[in-house]
Every structure is written in C-alpha cells, then in structure tokens.
C-alpha cells in the first residue's frame, strides 16, 4: 500500500520535475485554485438573468454585446432541479429549485447559442449576440 | 419514463465508462478490485452528500461553487491517471509478461492503488451526484413518480451495462498490445478531464477562455449525438472549443507524455525491489 501516494498535477511547466516533487505541486496547485476562489470577483449589479421553472427558460432569446465576458445568473424558480448545459457555449451546470448559480460565458463572437435543460430537453433557448454595438469594433 | 431513463443513461454512463478504462488498465495488479470497489462505493456517498447538499454547493462561492469543486475533482483524477500512467509505463511489459505466464497478481513497486481509488471516486461522484439529484426529485414529486423511478433505475442499469461492455472489450485485446492500448485510453481519457477542468475554471471566471469557439465542428459531428457523447467522454471531444480548454488538452498530453517517455526509460527492476 503506498504509504505516500505520488500525485502528478496537470501543469504544462511539469515535465522537468522530478516524481517525488509532485506532491507538493499537487499541493500548491490545489491551493491557488482555493486561493483564487476566494478571490472571485464581486457580483455585479444588472447582470443578465435567466430563470426556469415548469414553463421553461425565460426569456427564451437573451441578448448579449459581442466581445465582453458576461455574467450571466441562473435562477430556478420551480420545484425540480435544472441543468442548464449548452454545448455552444460550452457550459453546464445544475441549478437546484430555489437556487441561483453563476456562469461567465464569452467574450463571444455574433451568432446565436443554444441552451438546454439537460433534465427535461423540451426546456429551450439561446443567447443572441448581435454585433451591432459600439463595443464590437474594439474586437478586432 | 423513456425521457428519465435516458437522462439518468447519459449520466451514469461517463462514470461507467471511466471505471471500466481504469479497471482494464489495472489488470493485473494485486488489490485493484477492492480499491476500485472502494472508489465506487465512496463516490456514491460523495454523490449523495453533494446532492444532498446541493443548494448550498450552488450559491456558495458567488454562485460558482459547483463549477469549482467539479474542476477540482476533476483536476485530482487528472493527477491519479498521470501517476496510473507513468507507473505503468515501467511497469506494464512486466504485468503483461507475467499475466500470460501464471496469470497471477503481480506484487511489486508501489502500486498505484490509491490512484485507482480516487479516480472512480471522481468519477462516480461527480456523474452521480446529478443522477441522484434528479432522481430524489422525480422520486419525491407526485403522478407518475413510479414509472419516472423505475425508468431512471433502468437507464442507471444500462450505463453500468455500457461499462461491463466496454471492460469486457478491452480484456479481449490480446495482451501483447493490451497495456499500450489502456495507456492511451487512459492518455486521451486524462487530457479529456483536464480540458473539462479548464471549461469549469473559465466558468466560474477563474480563468480566461483565451478565445470562445476556436472552430465548430457541430455540423459534422454534433456533441448531443450519441457518437459526439461518447468521443466526449472518452477523447475529450468538444465541438466548439475555447482556447483554455484546447491548451489543457494538449499540455496534459504533451506533460503525460513527456513522464511517461521519461519515466519508461529507467529500468524498472532494481527499483522496484528498494521501493517495496
């Protein structure tokens, strides 16, 4: 039984360290991933709100400006747990009833992606983002 | 109750299949069978506490706890592989070389037991807890509660039959190749979790996605289709990825690879012997 497990952490800089350093690498990384948890951001005010309960998403089109990395918060208004997962963008998450999580999506090109929710498929939507805004322009 | 048990299939069967690849690429090594036993029976207490706990997990960190542990789990089961790799990468001519000759378990080295642990315990805790999640909720909720529970049970059942399936494949591959074959499975499989892992960080804004949608292949092969599912789960397929994410892959290949190269060259022997 090994009395101390050898972890090797998935960082590209790895390849020159010796085995028995990964343990303390492994360490390290866990670390600044708590560290930087718990220096996430502060909520922003006015960001982009997505409900769902029995009826479904709404709003059932949510407009986003291109070229930005939004906010975007989840909020289950029903009584049954929610995934809400898009492979456009990339993103799934479970949204417990009477919960509101947090997802940042983008910055996104103009075009329009999908979501779902993954426990009842009928439940449908996307996010437009139309690159009409001033903003646009920054982006390349 | 078609609908339930498809969902709790697609759940269950990421879970299945990684506990089946690891299973397969320990083969031989003594006690692999009550460690994975234990990482499965501990992941299902781990599902059932974060589903349990679920409303918490999800407002706690601003709204992004959830992304945060998944990627943490994820993150040690990419680790556990890397080391189940270079472990094997000395190791795995022996295993193979004495498998064929008595077909006993081999003793040597330091096993990489732990590592088998704490994967399927990533594994089915993570895919679990929302199987469990929506089961409780359809068990709880009134109507048709008990056609929905029996439909979600079936489709749990035929995930775990996916997986015996696959494991039952794989011990077909004659053993000659059979170990090369699972260090890749299990190579791809890891890069895969890393790039999952960068998906949740960049979620949870913790890292840039470094470009969203590098390219779409959706029209050739959507990731809602069965194939694009299971390329997903076992290769890391994502039809339209972000920049983080495409990085994780590749540095996860390149830095496994790398240690594998590395770690094969020595020879193994005499290690061994000072190790145990």
Known sequence: ?140 | MLATAVILFREVLEAALIVAIVLGASRGIAGRGRWVAGGVGLGLVGASLIALLAADLASSLGGNGQAILNAGILLAAVAMLTWHNVWMSSHGRKLAAELSSVGADVQTGKRPLAALLVVTFAAVTREGSEAVLFLWAIAAGGGQSLSMTIGGLGGVAAGVVVGLLLYRGLLRIPLRHFFSVTSWLILLLTAGLAAQAAGYLNQAGLLPALGTGLWDTSHLLSQASIVGQLLHILVGYIARPSGIQLLFYVGTLVTVLALMRLVGRRPPARADSAAS
Do not use: C, W
Not at chain 1, 72 to 95: C, M, Q, W
Not at chain 1, 111 to 140: C, I, L, P, W
């Open chain 1, 1 to 140: 039984m090994p009395s101390r497990p050898v972890a090797a952490a998935p960082s590209r800089s790895l390849s020159r360290v010796r085995p028995s350093s990964f343990a303390p690498v492994a360490a390290a990384l866990i670390a600044l991933t708590l560290a930087f948890a718990l220096a996430a951001p502060a909520r922003a005010d006015n960001a982009p709100l997505i409900t769902v309960d029995a009826q479904g998403f709404q709003p059932k089109e949510l407009a986003l400006p291109p070229g930005k990395k939004v906010k975007l918060t989840i909020d289950n208004k029903g009584h049954l747990p929610a995934e809400f997962e898009s492979y456009d963008l990339s993103r799934e998450v479970v949204v417990p009833p009477g919960s509101k999580v947090t997802v940042y999506v983008g910055p996104l090109k103009a075009g329009r992606y999908e979501f779902f929710n993954d426990f009842n498929q009928s439940m449908r939507g996307a996010v437009v983002v139309k690159a009409t805004e001033a903003d646009a322009q920054g982006d390349q």
